[in-house]
């Protein structure tokens, strides 16, 4: 028997095509989004403006199919984290932010990362594989379940960031089939200032983005220099800062709608927190419009890095204020309950063998 089809990962265009070839009409489309995101029925059974006919169609060669939610953790600072079980022993995790006025949830894009990020929880522990759009959409499915809405009958998850566990540009169709969902008014209705896609800097994917899909963009940047940025985000090699940042300009190009890039940078002490690291990112960043978002390093176990004191993460960003960029200092949310930026980890049987090789690399600093 064949696997039955997971409506779950369609989005509208998806949707459609499934039903011209069921022999139905398209706008079925537009009915089982409904269902599905915005009151998540999961019976076919429950579709009362479906005919029976259809819905006992459906039944025999599609599904909804939701991964298994393992823990629910709660912090005492209101954050929620899940760790969501899929397939041969994977785990990701998504994370729930309340803040005043607002609710944002960080989703995953891939079990673990590809990428070598040195600062990062997720890098050490290697690569699995993509998840697929359902995988991705699921995450906000679920947090909607959990949460629900607010006494004034709005959603309670109203932003929706890509800054989970994996790099999202590396996983860019199923990303972008999720993303769509989560824009679309029959789906999740976020509007793209509410919905940030955050990367490393895959510079030929951001220039596809643009043409894709209507989001905000984040981008990693860690680094004011090529030098330093080449060891800390090691994707740097191939994509140098001078590329990232004419992407970015291509982004925001041309559309006054997308006012500004948002670009992260990790405050790890001594290595890229001097005062000429400031005037360096002054001098990169000087005809892009951004706002910098000063992450205080979040440790976790196994790493060398330290976080910035709090006077110079003030310093820093004082400098950059003082030099007309907007900066401000992302707050740490979660830490008790290891859900703070960098710290996701999940369960990855790890493919590339990267955590057992770079376990390896650590004894041999520690024991030279
Ligand atoms: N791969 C994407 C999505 C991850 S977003 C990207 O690189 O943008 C998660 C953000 O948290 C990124 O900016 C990442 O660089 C940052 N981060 C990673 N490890 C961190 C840590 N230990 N402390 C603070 N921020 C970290």
Redesign the pocket.
Known sequence: MTRRTNLLGLDLKGLEAFFVELGEKPFRARQLLQWIHKYRVTDFAEMTNLSKALREKLQEVSEIRLPEVMHEHISRDGTRKWIIKLSCGNAIETVFIPEDGRGTL?VS?QVG?A?T?T?????QQGFNRNLDAAEIVAQLWIANEALGKDPKGNRVVTNV??????????NYNNVITAMNLMRDDFGYGISWRRLT?????IVPMIDKLREDCHVSL???L?AANDELRDKI?PINQKYPIAELLAACKRYVAGDQKRRHITV????LAGVNDSMQDARDLVRILKDLPTKI?L??????PG?D?E?SSRNQIERFKQYLMDKGLVATV?KTRGDDIVA?????AGEVQDKSRRSERMAQQREVVLYR
């Open positions: 960080c894009s990362c990428l990020c600062f990062c929880s997720t890098a960031v890509m800054m989970g566990m994996g790099e999202p540009l590396a896609l955050s990367t490393s800097g984040a981008i990693s860690h985000v992260e940078y990790v405050m978002n992450i205080p390093f979040n440790p976790f790493t890095y976080c992302r703070a930026c960098g710290q996701l």
